[in-house]
């Protein structure tokens, strides 16, 4: 009753390793306001947009292509999408700076642009250190973003440019984060 799978608009990982190609796709999120956003992140550090992810037909779906060559080339451990603009999101990286040592960062903020089909994007690692971050998560009522790492939780309030400790007594393992924090 609910049809075949079918593939979901162009693909995501065709091209060379000079291009970022191959691999595979690891993180996807969907706008909790726009049914017709959807971030995509491969496991080589491409990033991609999708404005009619919502489409009846899969195959009309398109992605647009968001990263730089200045945007970390490892794998996108995370996208939060901000639930006030599903033009902006937060994006993690993780693996060590010291394997793409031209792509420094580990959080990023990116900001697209329909008008121009490009993004900007903010690196918002700061103080974090070179350490893989695995997951990512914003909370909207305060704008405050969160990062997960083999170390423990940090938090970066909202207009802060320094990460603290989201909390005490917290085990330092490695956490996922899926989805967004309650509100």
Same mark, same amino acid.
């Given at each position: ?36 956003? #959807? ?5 080589? =550090? +491409? ?6 992810? %919502?489409? @009846?037909? !899969? ?6 292509? #968001? ?5 970390? =080339? +490892? ?6 999408? %901000?639930? @006030?603009? !599903? ?26 642009? !329909? ?69």
């Amino acid at each position: 009753p609910c049809g075949d799978w079918q593939p979901l608009g162009n693909s995501l990982t065709i091209g060379s390793a000079k291009d970022r190609g191959g691999q595979f796709v690891v993180a996807v999120e969907r706008s909790r306001t726009d049914d017709g956003t #959807l971030w995509a992140g491969t496991r080589v =550090g +491409r990033v991609f947009i999708s404005k009619n992810a %919502d489409d @009846a037909q !899969p195959r009309n779906v398109r992605f647009t292509r #968001l990263d730089t060559p200045s945007t970390p =080339g +490892r794998f996108v451990s995370g996208i939060a999408v %901000d639930p @006030a603009d !599903p033009n902006h999101a937060w994006i993690s990286y993780s693996g060590y700076e010291a394997y793409t040592p031209g792509e420094p960062g580990h959080v990023f903020e990116a900001r697209y642009s !329909p008008a121009t089909g490009t993004a900007s994007f903010v690196d918002r690692s700061y103080d974090l250190g070179d350490q893989p971050v695995t997951g990512i998560a914003y909370f909207g009522a305060t704008g405050d973003v969160y990062a997960a790492t083999d170390f423990g939780v940090l938090r970066l309030p909202a207009g802060a440019s320094h990460w603290e400790t989201a909390g005490s007594g917290l085990p330092t393992a490695r956490f996922t984060f899926c989805g967004f924090l309650p509100r």
